[in-house]
């Protein structure tokens, strides 16, 4: 099996995608006040925007402890992966690079490496389809994160919003 890519719940690719390519999405977690969701897993993008306009305060994120790094890792080895590219939102936006990097020393039975996408939403998420179609043509680790540096450079996410007030 070739090197698997492993990404976060901010990509937002569809479903379909994500299978397609056989990425592996770690869920941040989405807090409503004292409730806390596993964003695509316990929170549906539908679920989130029906409760967000009556939300007092706002809702919040938060990275995922690197257990559940750990265990994406182990379950794609078990799987048969060769190498991982773990791929995630930037960091001076979020705190989930710092704890893949965190938890990608636990795993030596194959090479993983983290990189700092420095993305948000689907510049994520396209950096983890193309990494995920190198993967599938026989691409090293090594030669997938160079080839996703490379596009991260050229990549940029542009949003147009309705309102502000959330």
């Known amino acids: 099996m070739p090197v698997r890519i492993v990404t976060?719940?901010?990509?937002?690719?569809?479903?379909?995608?994500?299978?397609?390519h056989k990425i592996a999405v770690v869920p941040?977690?989405?807090?409503?006040?004292?409730?806390?969701?596993?964003?695509?897993?316990d929170l549906t993008r539908d679920q989130f925007y029906a409760r967000l306009p009556a939300s007092r305060p706002s809702p919040t994120t938060s990275a995922p402890g690197a257990d559940a790094f750990v265990e994406?890792?182990?379950?794609?080895?078990?799987?048969?992966?060769?190498?991982?590219?773990?791929i995630h939102i930037g960091s001076s936006l979020s705190?989930?690079?710092?704890?893949?990097?965190?938890?990608?020393?636990?795993?030596?039975?194959?090479?993983?490496?983290?990189?700092?996408?420095?993305?948000?939403?689907l510049g994520t998420g396209?950096?983890?389809?193309?990494?995920?179609?190198?993967?599938?043509?026989?691409?090293?680790?090594?030669?997938?994160v160079?080839?996703?540096?490379?596009?991260?450079e050229r990549t940029y996410s542009y949003a147009a919003l309705d309102t502000l007030e959330y």
């Open 8 to 20: 976060d719940s901010t990509c937002d690719l569809p479903p379909e995608v994500v299978a397609e």
């Open 95 to 121: 705190n989930v690079f710092n704890v893949a990097q965190m938890a990608a020393p636990s795993i030596t039975a194959v090479p993983v490496r983290v990189i700092d996408g420095g993305q948000i939403t």
């Open 72 to 86: 994406v890792y182990q379950r794609l080895i078990a799987e048969g992966a060769t190498g991982i590219v773990s």
């Open 28 to 41: 941040l977690y989405v807090n409503f006040g004292s409730e806390s969701f596993r964003d695509g897993a």
């Open 126 to 144: 396209f950096l983890a389809v193309h990494a995920a179609r190198l993967a599938a043509s026989g691409a090293s680790p090594d030669e997938i």
């Open 146 to 152: 160079a080839a996703v540096k490379a596009m991260a």
